[in-house]
């Protein structure tokens, strides 16, 4: 009973600390790994590169290695990563190359796309897809990473 | 003193497995309910069409009996849970009606409604209302709800 | 051992109520306090007193003195922090004046400012910047601050 007793205790006070933890979220450790969804429902090629400088602001602001980032988009924002846009603007080709280079992750709506009949052929191939955009959005927060909706 | 400590240790083991959970926020158990807040403070019948087509397909994602959704709407977004919007558009009355069958909470913002000039009377009868909108969208997410910001 | 024990047994039993605490975030103290970071990079007059009035509106409804609330502007936000704006515009002025007396904080993204050649004379007084917008609002997420995407 005793060594039970002692294997509980022991149990016990190796299983604090980690509450503590959660209970003092305000003081991330200096290394702490950024993690930010961005939500790009946004259409046009002004506002598509607004959205990529703030992933690269970001990226400055919070270090490219210490930072995971992912851009999801959705309605008229999956135009941004349609193999066609890319052609016709080399500047929004040049950005999503670079930054899917650093790391960043981006991902298309598949609802939009059987909405719009887009093919994962018709994607820029650095692109990757999720079942539902505002799902995908939705369980990253849940997952801990901050939130940023991109747009005006 | 033994059935004493007996005591403890068991409420202690049986304590253990929630700190557990709160401190790994990244592995979700598979029949977690998840909880999202959608602010609507969109103006329009497409975009409306638009933020309800998200809730849809979030509870298709995530699973209906497992995700606990409320749309706060303020501001333009009102508009769409006023009676007479149902009547101008029966898609979107029955697109309310299905989402309310289902658990999907409604809250029109009294802030807007008072400036407005709106009263309960003239929201759709499905709706409930909430002091402030902006403040019920924060009040979620310090209850945990993932956080969906309607709109392009 | 059984002092030990029993030492251990009370630190347990005061300790429990902290990760209880953390377990159930639906039901926050009466005196909690609350933090929220507004997003605001919409642009011209109308659009930024809505803004504003949605603070207000956050204050009235979760308490001046327990609501820590900061504004960060970027992009066309900026445009609201500008001294010239509030030259222009005497009710934008009253009202960020009056915010600013309550202890909001507002913040211009320096990224913005050197684009858009914006010096920090440029700026209201009351107005403080910060390295990159985007990235404080992630970190405010990150310290537990609600967030709110300004605008429609």
């Given at each position: 009973m005793k060594t039970l007793l002692k294997t509980i205790a022991l149990a016990v006070l190796t299983a604090l600390p980690l509450p503590a933890m959660t209970a003092e979220p305000e003081k991330p450790a200096a290394d702490k790994t950024?993690?930010?969804?961005?939500?790009?429902?946004?259409?046009?090629?002004?506002?598509?590169?607004?959205?990529m400088r703030n992933v690269e602001n970001v990226q400055k602001a919070l270090g490219v290695k210490t930072t995971k980032i992912?851009?999801?988009?959705?309605?008229?924002?999956?135009?941004?990563?349609?193999?066609?846009?890319?052609t016709e603007n080399a500047e929004l080709?040049?950005?999503?190359?670079?930054?899917?280079?650093?790391?960043?992750v981006f991902a298309a709506c598949e609802n939009t796309m059987k909405r719009e009949k887009i093919d994962k052929k018709d994607l820029v191939e650095l692109s990757t897809t999720v079942d539902s955009g505002v799902s995908e959005v939705i369980r990253k927060q849940e997952e801990g990473y901050a939130y940023i909706k991109s747009g005006g």
């Open positions: 950024h993690k930010v969804v961005f939500e790009v429902s946004i259409d046009g090629a002004e506002k598509w590169a607004g959205a992912e851009v999801v988009a959705h309605g008229k924002g999956v135009g941004m990563l349609l193999a066609k846009t890319s080709k040049a950005n999503l190359q670079k930054l899917h280079a650093d790391g960043v």
